[in-house]
């Protein structure tokens, strides 16, 4: 079965940036599109982005527009998000999703 694991959360005053790794057990992953979702405390989960399996960004949740960048490095079975100039609002626990697979998640906190 596939395995999502995510890395690179952590604690980050406003106007940081920390920069995620979703790495997956599978190089089959290069076939399948990826996505980037996150999940603040007392609210539903969320798109973040979407990356194609070309390594498009086929998609960007308009709060994010202009700070993050989503990316992936198919020989590495690895997608990435950049994330800058974070706000409070941005902190979640940033999960990876391909497929029906999830990651457990990786916690950011923006705080100052």
């Known amino acids: 079965e596939m395995q999502l694991v995510e890395s690179g959360g952590g604690s980050v005053q406003p106007g940081g940036s920390l920069r995620l790794s979703c790495i997956a057990s599978e190089s089959r992953i290069r076939y399948y599109p990826m996505r980037w979702y996150r999940q603040a405390p007392g609210k539903e989960r969320e798109l973040v982005t979407l990356i194609t399996s070309d390594g498009d960004m086929a998609y960007l949740e308009d709060s994010v527009k202009g700070r993050f960048t989503g990316s992936r490095d198919n020989v590495k079975n690895t997608m990435y998000l950049q994330m800058n100039s974070l706000k409070p609002e941005d902190t979640a626990v940033y999960y990876c999703?391909?497929?029906?697979?999830w990651g457990k998640g990786t916690l950011v906190t923006v705080s100052s």
């Open positions: 999703n391909a497929m029906e697979y």
